[in-house]
């Protein structure tokens, strides 16, 4: 089993920053996979970004240039710096590992961007 804890979410206005963060215990030593998704009201979730363990990242068209992600080599650890922050970046966002085929999910941390 693999426990997730998301931390940093907020309130901020368009054009700022925040810093989510996801502490991960358990079994993580067979993590393969760690990564943030996000949901929006009314919408379906969907990934933000992921990075694997050898460190390949995966990130949606709509993040590229302003999030990035990052993780600790026990994979006990990720992070999320997102920038030039938008209003359509508001959402419900989850820390999520994959550990052989099993997906884990955090509890999810709530990002509101806003004037």
């Known amino acids: 089993q693999v426990q997730l804890v998301e931390s940093g979410g907020g309130l901020v206005q368009p054009g700022g920053s925040l810093r989510l963060s996801c502490a991960a215990s358990g079994s993580i030593s067979s993590i393969n996979v760690m990564g943030w998704y996000r949901q929006a009201p009314g919408k379906q979730r969907e990934l933000v970004v992921s990075?694997?363990?050898?460190?390949?990242?995966d990130y949606a068209d709509s993040v590229k240039g302003r999030f990035t992600i990052s993780r600790d080599n026990a994979m006990s650890t990720v992070s999320l710096q997102m920038n030039s922050l938008e209003p359509e970046d508001t959402a419900v966002y989850y820390c999520?590992?994959?550990?052989?085929?099993?997906?884990?999910w955090g509890k999810g941390t709530l990002v509101t961007v806003s004037s």
């Open positions: 990075i694997t363990k050898g460190g390949t990242t």
């Open positions: 999520n590992a994959k550990r052989w085929g099993v997906n884990y």
